[in-house]
């Protein structure tokens, strides 16, 4: 029979890094709460993603939740950039340490969720048969969690295996003395390439679009080190937090058409020689202007010819679009390992893959024999997990109807039409370009704050104003197309899966600007939301909690007030 009173207070989908700490802030803030996962256990990417040379790109030292200053004390990282175990590893570690792991519901897939307009609640159903009612339900998703698999023709003819590196079986792959063909230059593939030519027999690798990448230069980390960041950690998190990427590093805000030739030489030296993704902040300029961009593409192909021997390969491997318009790749040997006599790179940028054979891969008539297939083939990003669900808000709108042009959100967080459905690092928020750990942990802050506020209000629900969303959308537009970034055909757009319409998916406008308009909002009342239908007034009312509240400010020696103005903030 049914009432109005949910069965918990929060369904929580997804127990990776963003459901683990939705779980644990509802469950201090007094809610009842009960996660569904896919998988098996936590951690979500780290969980799924145990392909060779799997790590993070972010600095692991910063690459991990900051809510606890004991978390951060008791746990090390063993690397610079931590590999996929450890960071498995520490998820786990998380969920057992807050005693996460008897609220999820592992091996459980939510199929569909549906709003009760009377009773103002979501009834949430999964592959399990379970039907659990919930005045709230938190999507804890991921922005990259839904494989990217093309259709090839005769896959089902192969005779070997196929693998997808984001859905790679637990016990690994041993490619020992097999031949092995990947498909795709992305990521994954080129954090991979390198160990598996160093266990095959000979490896053919399928590129359709060359990626930049820099030197991870990853090492073991030294003990001295880490207890120099451990005793500065409150002051470190806080410094990431005000940078637009929502982590620390050396950052030249100088543009760099200011510099000489012989000057910008220089500092490039010196950027690649310490490596990783703080490369595109050898100059302030580098996602805007696309002749300064020019000076950054062609020093990388210049490394590219310096390290790869075969002047073809080399010429194949080098992007001419825009430098970091994709996402910058981090690698360890991976220009060198094209130098292997048993490597092999294939260009279908022109001439696609045509088919799979019980052999192989076909590519323009030929046949590329292989014993293995990986699909590094990346995701269907950002809403790919919300498309698997039907999500049904109000009037019988699904989730699907409401995006089928592009997602629409205000502030990334939530959707009108689909009352206290919440989104962790939804289209429309700086997600995929902040370190994601601390969007995640800002973003569910402020949800399980309004969730609070609701609750000494009276409130039953809460949405998004029609109006507020679609300011939110052109803003998140506007700022998008300042930035090179929106030039190019990546899944930031959509367009590396064929058919979904091309929209720049998160807020390109730094990190700190995001969390100062979300502070702002909850300053007001929530501004641009109604709570049970009534819109809020704009002035804060004196029962507005903000335990959770996030200090930002901006860095200025990296965001000058100029730059905002234009609405230029430089994003790594
Ligand atoms: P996820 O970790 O993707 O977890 C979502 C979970 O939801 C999954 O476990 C999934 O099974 C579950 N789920 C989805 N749909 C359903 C459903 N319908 N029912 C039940 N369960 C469901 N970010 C960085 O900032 N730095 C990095 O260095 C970095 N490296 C990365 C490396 C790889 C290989 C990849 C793929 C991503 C990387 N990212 C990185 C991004 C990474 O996704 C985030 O940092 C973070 O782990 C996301 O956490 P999440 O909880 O939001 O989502
Ligand atoms: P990706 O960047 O989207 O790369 C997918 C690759 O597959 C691209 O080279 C793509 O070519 C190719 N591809 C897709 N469909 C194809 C087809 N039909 N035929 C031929 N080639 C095809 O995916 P990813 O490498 O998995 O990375 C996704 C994101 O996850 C990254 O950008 C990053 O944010 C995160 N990640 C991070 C790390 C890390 O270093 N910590 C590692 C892995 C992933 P096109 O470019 O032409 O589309």
């Known amino acids: 029979m049914s009432s109005s009173h949910p069965s918990v207070d929060a369904v929580v989908v997804g127990a990776g890094f963003g459901g683990l700490y939705a779980l644990h ?18 951690g979500g990417t780290w969980y799924w993603n145990r392909y060779p040379g799997a790590r993070c790109d972010v600095e692991s030292m910063q690459y991990s939740y900051s809510f606890s200053e004991e978390l951060d004390q008791e746990w090390t990282w063993s690397e610079k950039y931590s590999p996929q175990p450890e960071i498995l590893a520490y998820a786990n570690h998380v969920a057992d340490r807050f005693d996460l792991r008897r609220d999820i519901r592992f ?8 709003f009760d307009e009377a009773r103002a609640l979501w009834t949430v159903e999964t592959d399990r ?36 590196t984001g859905e790679w079986p637990k016990e690994g792959v041993d490619f020992t003395g097999q031949r092995v063909a990947v498909i795709g230059t992305g990521s994954s593939a080129i954090q991979s390439i390198p160990l598996i030519a ?34 500065g950690y409150p002051a470190l998190r806080a410094k990431a937090r005000s940078r637009p990427t929502g982590f620390y590093f050396p950052f030249n805000a100088q543009p760099a058409l200011e510099a000489t030739p012989q000057e910008r030489q220089r500092q490039y030296e010196e950027a690649w020689a310490r490596g990783g993704l703080p490369f595109l902040g050898a100059y302030g300029d580098l996602l805007f202007n696309k002749q300064a961009n020019d000076t950054i593409a062609d020093f990388a192909r210049g490394k590219i010819r310096s390290i790869v021997e075969d002047p073809a390969t080399a010429a194949l491997l080098s992007p001419d679009n825009v430098f970091g318009c994709k996402r910058l790749c981090v690698d360890t040997d991976y220009y060198a390992t094209f130098n292997k006599p048993h490597v092999r790179l294939v260009d279908v940028s022109k001439t696609p893959i045509e088919r799979f054979t019980a052999e192989g891969v076909v590519v323009a ?5 292989a014993d293995a297939v990986v699909c590094a083939t990346g995701f269907a990003a950002m809403t790919g997990s919300y498309d698997k669900m039907r999500i049904t808000g109000r009037g019988g709108l699904t989730l699907a109807e409401k995006w089928a042009a592009g997602p629409r959100t205000y502030l990334g967080v939530a959707s009108a039409g689909f009352p206290n459905l919440f989104m962790v690092t939804g289209p429309g928020s700086p997600s995929v370009l902040a370190s994601m750990i601390q969007a995640i942990e800002q973003h569910v802050d402020w949800m399980v704050d309004l969730m609070a506020h ?12 029609v109006a507020d969303e679609d300011q939110w959308v052109a803003h998140v537009n506007e700022v998008s197309q300042v930035s090179l970034r929106s030039t190019c055909s990546s899944w930031y757009v959509g367009t590396n899966v064929p058919g979904r319409p091309r929209v720049f998916m998160p807020y390109i406008g730094g990190f700190p600007v995001y969390v100062q308009k979300c502070n702002e909002v909850m300053d007001t009342g929530y501004d641009g939301f109604v709570l049970d239908g009534t819109e809020t007034t704009g002035n804060a009312p004196p029962e507005v909690r903000l335990t959770k509240r996030w200090h930002v400010p901006l860095d200025m020696d990296v965001i000058s007030p100029a730059m905002l103005a234009a609405k230029r903030v430089p994003v790594v």
């Open 129 to 164: 048969d379970d039907r659990v009612e919930a005045r709230f339900v938190i999507m804890a998703v991921g922005c990259l969690s839904a494989a990217n698999k093309p259709p090839f023709e005769g896959m089902d003819d192969f005779k070997g295996p196929i693998y997808h």
């Open 107 to 114: 091996e459980t897939r939510v199929v569909a969720a549906t």
């Open 198 to 231: 160093a266990e095959a027999k000979a490896l053919t690798v399928f590129q359709r679009t060359p990626s930049y990448t820099v030197p991870a230069y990853n090492a073991k980390l030294d003990p001295d080190y880490v207890a120099r960041v451990k005793a």
């Open 454 to 465: 609701m609750r000494d209000v009276g409130a039953r629900s809460f949405e998004p104003k």
């Open 365 to 369: 008539g030929r046949t590329y024999p």
């Open 25 to 42: 802030c509802l469950r201090q803030m007094g809610f009842s709460a009960l996660c569904f996962e896919a998988g098996d256990g936590v």
